[in-house]
């Protein structure tokens, strides 16, 4: 009876195929919007959560001022130097790396052209710890840092803008009033947690940074990368702890100083856009109540244009519930339809929309099978209705319906 | 005084049946306290102006309606103290329908619309197509199997429906004008399907008529005269 039945809701449909398929667009269109939302927000999430991890993950990031201090404010607070790197280097436990960093922004000439970008001066620790490879060339020796030599790695964009398709090993960088070799390369990180390109980037010694072009010998900010297994938590108390010390604080003074967690940011982002993804797939999930809407307006309508065939089939004997169940199954076989349609609308369309926004396209099955259980649900819902309304109906009343 | 049992009761009694449509001041009595008594095997036409009651006994023979008082005995059983579900039942256990303007499905095959009863009754598609095969064939419409009722003349669509009024072979066919929409020639050929029903495989036939020579098919006559039988 049930096989027959759903044959029997097939066939219903097949006749009208026009008119199935506009009842059923409202729920492709709901579930293709929320299957598509739900994928690209995770993408989305996916994206950022690598993003921030090619940042370096357990890592710290101490910068002067307090936190969410207006700009300006935070200049009051002193710069580390190059003492405090070397100093949580050997006193605080489960550290592996530590990166002093000074940055600037200024105008580099090469080759005939000029590009502005951050020129930062650090160790090669620096590299370590922010995850960056080598595309060619080397990394500073030992005697380079120690002296402040005239060498720098360029980031990938550096290199594009200055010499476009050449290699730049070799070549000479003018800034400010330095020329510097380019010794090495760097591999391409590509966009990070903020929208900012990573590879835009000029690294030299510290002391190279530090006395030919700022002038001065502050530190911005010391990258902390810690030990594997060690406990984020405890090495950050120690860390304030010594940074405390060192900077003279009384017990009374609040930091003037603050430690950034990436794994804390990367959490922070990801709820972020979590909450994102949520809403925009809550605002679909409306227009899929819409769709179900369309159903129950096309059933009714067809249980009125069927009154005759209605009437007839109680007549020979349909019970009240079979009545209900052919009615109710056709507004399920409808509905389930087009929630398989919607979601093979929404695969094409994260697929394209995943490559057009450039984030990672994730096959997220339960998202899939809910939306498809739901547009079910919702045949199930808003076919009821329509199926009782067929089943309570007067067959002498029905076979003379006109 | 005894109840007579199912054996010496006719296949249908009727007792002072009445049928009031509406009520207080607006209330119609379309029944007036009818008394009829059909014998299995019979050929029987119901007669009478339009408003005389005719098409309302139909409904209350063919247990599509309940009387408003009186007692419907169907082999026995008092149809009107079953619930809607139980008359449903016994029409797809022993009854069969023709109608005036045929109701068949559109755009379904002549074998699928003969197939329908029988998909209430739980039957197997292989059973239920040897079946519907060959109720058409006794209606004379072997290899019309999968035309479609616009694909048929209106006698044909008539037969169809015959076909599937007795593909579950029932006790008593009700036919309501089954002639009606036909000419002369297409009518007198379904009157003798009809009969031969009645006559070769003993279907109790119940049919309304308003002509005359359609009646003359039948082995009796009952005629309605405002909500009684005359």
Redesign the interface.
Known sequence: MLLATLSLALRSIRRNLLRSFLTMLGIVIGVSAVVTMVTLGNGATLAVQSQISSLGTNLLQVRPGQRMMAPGLGGAAPSFTEADAEAIATQIGGIADVAPEARTIGTIVANGRNWSSSIIGSTNAWLTIGNWKLDQGRMFSGDELRAGAAVCLVGETVRRELFGTQSALGEQLRVKQMSCEVVGVLDSKGQGAFGNDQDDVVLMPLKTVQRRITGNFRVNTLLVSMAEGSFPGRVKGSLTQLLRERRKLSATEDDNFNVLDTKQLAEALSGTTRVMTTLLGAVAAVSLLVGGIGIMNIMLVSVTERTREIGLRLAIGALEREVLLQFLIEAVVLASLGGLLGIALATGASLALARFMDVPYLFNPGVNLLSFLFSAGIGVLFGYFPARRAAHMDPIEALRHE | MSEPSAIDMPLIRLRGVSKVYGEGSAALSALKGVDLDIEAGDFLAIMGPSGSGKSTAM?VL?C??TPSAGEYLFQGVHVESLT??QR??L???Y???V?Q?F?L?A??SARENVE??L????EP?AARRAAASRALASVGLTGWEHHTPAELSGGQQQRVAIA?AIVTEPAVLLADEPTGNLDSQRSREIMDLLRGLNADHGITVLMVTHEADMAAYARRIVRFVDGAVA
Do not use: E, I
């Not at chain 2, 998909?119 to 739980?122: N, S």
């Open positions: 409904n063919g599509l309606d809607r579900d449903a039942r029409r797809r256990r009854l069969g329908f109608f303007g109701h499905l755009r379904t329908l009863p998909l209430y009754r739980g598609a599937r």
